[in-house]
């Protein structure tokens, strides 16, 4: 009785793309970087006022709109089976500095408006439907990727971090948090958990990040799996010294040991045989940061992922065994070699893949299978839930940079075919 005649259904579905186009827009303008950059970290101001912005739009769309203690939020739309369990899709609205409008936003006001599509096509869900937005997707201020859905899907490890880890300014994770709102009065976070059980499917939405889409003139990316990341974290010591006046025979040059380090990351992985294995520095300070100082410290941060686990923790060995003999060879102290996170890649399910196939033949949108190279709240969804995700193209792949561009025609595929699967997958 509640489900609708296939095609009557699909005919109906019509996304509002000029006000999603307009909220796009006016999120990006909730940044500490100029336009066309964006920056947006976790509980500063920004952040807290988008997430006051996205609560607003939730309430409007007419879902019961939940907060838990690291601010993760809840927009819930019942469904008549609501002891079922929930079917829910979200992203994240925290942006890396001088990142782009697109990455995780669309898959936060996208999923907003495939509820409002569905309620203007008079669907009513059986399994109540969950938008999330997730704390924190990126590690710019904690250095903990994900860190929202890593702790929803039942991290112990992180839960206990929490409780000492802090920002580079040394303001603890609890007190950012409060200074946010959240975890007020509270030290345990395990209430934060979600059982297993309690989602019966997790859906994100999604830009490519990659050009395989654009390249090949296909709306929609369906994934399969998501890549493994990891990253490091790396501290040398040694002297110092005045730039003058130490000979070179003399020096045990911290910079330079992080410097031969960063070519021996680029090697290891290159080393690997495969396209698929990636290895990054995107972090590297020198102390005290003078011209006329030899570094007595340095520091790096090294992201290095592979859709094969095995061959990325070679790389990781590797990269552990090069700085032990960086540090030895340059009579410079390895201070710290910490590895902060070594994920599992993550398959999709089968059963939404082919929700989001039969949703696409539905729809007439042409889609191809494809990996995800990045990683998403998705990639820890996957520990709770059956999991699934869509991407859509984006202009030449760009991502984490102003650049970064999606259509609003693309944008707009995206939601319809959000809609369609969440409502395929609440009437199961
Ligand atoms: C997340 O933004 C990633 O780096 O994949
Ligand atoms: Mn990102
Ligand atoms: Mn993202
Ligand atoms: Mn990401």
């Not at 929930?86 to 898959?107: E, M, N, R």
């Not at 992080?258 to 990054?280: P, R, Y």
């Not at 939404?352 to 998705?378: F, G, P, T, V, W």
Request: glycine share 8%.
């Amino acid at each position: 009785i509640h489900e609708p005649p296939h095609s009557f259904f699909s005919n109906s579905l019509s996304v509002d793309a000029q006000t999603l186009q307009k909220q796009i827009g006016e999120l990006s303008t909730f940044s500490d970087s100029p336009a066309p950059s964006v920056t947006r970290i976790l509980y500063t101001d920004k952040d807290v006022l988008v997430r006051r912005y996205v609560k607003n739009l939730m309430g409007l769309a007419g879902l019961s709109v939940r907060e838990d203690a690291i601010g993760n939020i809840f927009g819930r739309w019942d469904g008549y089976e609501s002891e079922l369990g929930a079917v829910a899709t979200g992203s994240h609205i925290d942006a890396i500095p001088y990142s782009g409008k697109y990455d995780g936003v669309v898959g936060v006001l996208g999923a907003i408006e495939a509820i409002n599509v569905l309620k203007r096509s008079g669907f009513t869900p059986k399994r109540s439907l969950d938008i999330i937005l997730f704390t924190s997707e990126e590690p710019t201020r904690f250095g903990i990727s994900c860190l929202g859905s890593r702790l929803l899907a039942g991290s112990g490890a992180l839960e206990k971090a929490l409780k000492t880890t802090v920002d580079g300014q040394n303001i603890s994770f609890l007190d950012a948090a409060r200074s946010a709102g959240y975890a007020i009065g509270q030290d345990d976070l395990s209430n934060v958990f979600i059982k297993k059980g309690s989602y019966y499917a997790f859906v994100e939405l999604h830009i490519e990040q990659g050009s395989i889409l654009e390249e090949r003139g296909i709306s929609i990316g369906i994934v399969t799996a998501i890549a493994a990341p990891a990253s490091i974290k790396v501290d040398f010591e040694g002297n110092g010294g005045h730039a003058g006046a130490v000979l070179m025979p003399n020096r045990n040059d911290a910079g330079l040991a992080a410097a031969e380090l960063a070519l021996a990351v680029e090697k290891h992985v290159l080393e690997s045989g495969s396209i698929d294995t990636v290895g990054t520095v995107g972090i590297l300070d020198l102390h005290p940061g003078a011209i006329n100082s030899i570094p007595s410290k340095s520091h790096l941060e090294i992201d290095t992922r592979d859709i094969d686990e095995k061959r990325r923790n070679i790389v990781i060995e590797k990269i552990h065994q090069s700085a032990v003999t960086i540090a030895k060879n340059r009579g410079v102290e390895l201070s710290e070699f910490k590895i902060i996170n070594q994920d599992p890649p993550a398959q999709c399910d089968k059963s939404i893949i082919e929700a989001m196939e039969a949703a696409s033949k539905e729809l007439n949108i042409s889609h191809k299978s494809m990996i995800s190279r990045a990683y998403h709240d998705s990639l820890f969804m996957a520990r709770i839930s059956p999991m699934g995700m869509i991407f859509i193209p984006c202009y030449k792949g760009y991502s984490h940079k102003p650049e970064e561009f999606a259509s609003i025609e693309d944008i707009a595929n995206g939601v319809k075919l959000l809609a369609l699967t969440l409502a395929k997958l609440s009437l199961q």
